[in-house]
């Protein structure tokens, strides 16, 4: 029990380093927020016995770290191969190719993908590790990976809200009046 309930503080810490990579626009640090959320990920599955998962997590941290430096398709061909060799000797039956084919969509969209294109790849690789965590009975895990796919549904509605030429609303596009006269102004009225 102890274990386990270690491995949901290290769940835990993963998901929230995945929150503060999704608050950052900066891709860079992004990635860099992903490859930190990945070695804690890799902690939480290795104290439930889910040795794909921590391979996995291993080979999406070193992604992450690479993808921050070269959008190369020679590295990405690489990672998708290591995922693959990593899935080979860590098998445990037939949950165990869910974590490996996340690894090839994840590591085709962060090194090919842009937009709405990455984010409905990353809601598959969701699908496969919400699969996997379920059959593992990591908590933690489904939440995060439901979350992800939320804001990933979100970001796509808004893309596509934006795309029909509705301008997005923004903090500059609310009328000051909505922001109850606490001190601030319109700048767009400002002269300067």
Same mark, same amino acid.
């Given at each position: 029990?102890?274990?386990?309930?270690?491995?949901?503080?290290?769940?835990?810490?993963?998901?929230?380093?995945?929150?503060?990579?999704?608050?950052?626009?900066?891709?860079?640090?992004?990635?860099?927020?992903?490859?930190?959320?990945?070695?804690?990920?890799?902690?939480?599955?290795?104290?439930?016995?889910?040795?794909?998962?921590?391979?996995?997590?291993? /080979?999406?941290?070193?992604?992450?770290?690479?993808?921050?430096?070269?959008?190369?398709?020679?590295?990405?061909?690489?990672?998708?191969?290591?995922?693959?060799?990593?899935?080979?000797?860590?098998?445990?039956?037939?949950?165990?190719?869910?974590?490996?084919?996340?690894?090839?969509?994840?590591?085709?969209?962060?090194?090919?993908?842009?937009?709405?294109?990455?984010?409905?790849?990353?809601?598959? /690789?969701?699908?496969?590790?919400?699969?996997?965590?379920?059959?593992?009975?990591?908590?933690?895990?489904?939440?995060?990976?439901?979350?992800?796919?939320?804001?990933?549904?979100?970001?796509?509605?808004?893309?596509?809200?934006?795309?029909?030429?509705?301008?997005?609303?923004?903090?500059?596009?609310?009328?000051?009046?909505?922001?109850?006269?606490?001190?601030?102004?319109?700048?767009?009225?400002?002269?300067?």
């Amino acid at each position: 029990m102890t274990l386990y309930l270690l491995s949901q503080l290290f769940g835990a810490a993963s998901f929230a380093y995945g929150i503060y990579g999704f608050l950052h626009p900066a891709d860079r640090n992004f990635r860099t927020a992903f490859a930190i959320s990945s070695v804690l990920m890799a902690a939480h599955y290795a104290l439930l016995g889910a040795w794909v998962g921590v391979a996995i997590c291993f /080979v999406a941290a070193g992604r992450y770290w690479v993808a921050n430096k070269t959008q190369s398709t020679w590295w990405m061909t690489f990672f998708m191969v290591l995922g693959m060799l990593c899935g080979h000797f860590t098998y445990l039956g037939p949950q165990s190719t869910l974590p490996v084919l996340a690894n090839i969509m994840a590591t085709y969209a962060v090194f090919q993908l842009r937009g709405v294109q990455l984010r409905a790849v990353m809601l598959l /690789v969701s699908a496969c590790w919400i699969t996997y965590n379920v059959s593992h009975g990591s908590l933690v895990g489904i939440s995060q990976e439901a979350f992800y796919s939320a804001i990933n549904i979100y970001t796509i509605a808004a893309a596509f809200h934006s795309r029909k030429g509705r301008k997005p609303i923004t903090a500059h596009s609310v009328p000051m009046v909505a922001h109850s006269g606490l001190g601030l102004r319109d700048r767009r009225r400002t002269k300067r």
